[in-house]
């Protein structure tokens, strides 16, 4: 059974930091697409960044230069650094793994994935 775990949100104030971690469980094998989402209230979910096994990453035009994706594949993790975070960052921040193969791993283009984490949530105040 494919599990995702989130974890590392919480509250902070606008300039500050927060990492994101995914653990991954239950299937074989490694450097699958593997991506964070947010979805804040009222809003549809979006993707964030996106990374393929040979570490190619792709971001989201709100989040780039500030955060940075990262997956360690001998531990099945996958980590989410965000920098200067803004209050429009603020969101239901989740990950998702990609176990059937795509064309492209690029953010811009993912299907919907199958297999979600329950969330970690990231506020962050003015």
């Known amino acids: 059974q494919v599990q995702l775990q989130e974890s590392g949100g919480g509250s902070v104030q606008s300039g500050g930091s927060l990492r994101l971690s995914c653990a991954a469980s239950?299937?074989?094998?490694?450097?699958?697409?593997m991506a964070w989402f947010r979805q804040a209230p009222g809003k549809e979910r979006e993707g964030v960044a996106a990374?393929?096994?040979?570490?190619?990453?792709s971001y989201a035009d709100a989040v780039k230069g500030r955060f940075t994706i990262s997956q360690d594949n001998s531990k099945n993790t996958l980590s989410l650094q965000m920098n200067s975070l803004k209050p429009e960052d603020t969101a239901m921040y989740y990950c998702?793994?990609?176990?059937?193969?795509?064309?492209?791993?690029?953010?811009?283009?993912?299907?919907?994935?199958?297999?979600w984490g329950q969330g970690t949530q990231v506020t962050v105040s003015s």
């Open positions: 239950g299937y074989r094998g490694s450097g699958y697409c």
């Open positions: 998702a793994v990609y176990l059937s193969r795509l064309k492209s791993c690029t953010l811009q283009t993912l299907p919907t994935a199958r297999y």
């Open positions: 990374i393929d096994g040979a570490d190619s990453t």
